[in-house]
Nanobody, 124 residues
């Protein structure tokens, strides 16, 4: 299981840090990702990290503002979000998957475990 936390209401320009704790498995060999779904829109990948080499990937709208990380000692995935804008308002989901090749990292079907989602609201 993945348990997400850290969402909330923040003003534009502010920061939030999302966390996702894993239980029942260890994240060491898992690719991780954060997805989000805004009202009336489909789920989209925000950022992901390869299990093989730790390389990280970000969608263009969040590059330079968001940072994905994995703390193996705490079995936790994090997403640091800075310089937030109202366009970042969405429900955010963490995900973890095994044997995910690089070309599949951004696809939701590659991930076996999902957090329950945490709401992020950015006011203007």
């Amino acid at each position: 299981q993945l348990q997400a936390s850290g969402g909330g209401l923040v003003q534009a320009g502010g920061s939030l840090r999302l966390s996702c704790g894993a239980s029942g498995f260890t994240l060491d060999d898992y690719a991780i990702a954060w997805f989000r779904q805004a009202p009336g829109k489909g789920r989209e990948v925000v950022s992901c990290m390869s299990a093989a080499d730790g390389r990280t990937y970000y969608q263009d709208p969040v590059k330079g503002r968001f940072t994905i990380s994995k703390d193996n000692a705490k079995n936790t995935v994090r997403l640091q979000m800075d310089s937030l804008t109202p366009e970042d308002t969405a429900v955010y989901y963490c995900a973890a998957g095994t044997k995910v090749i690089t070309s599949e990292l951004s696809g939701s079907s590659a991930y076996h475990y999902w957090g329950q989602g945490t709401q992020v609201t950015v006011s203007s």
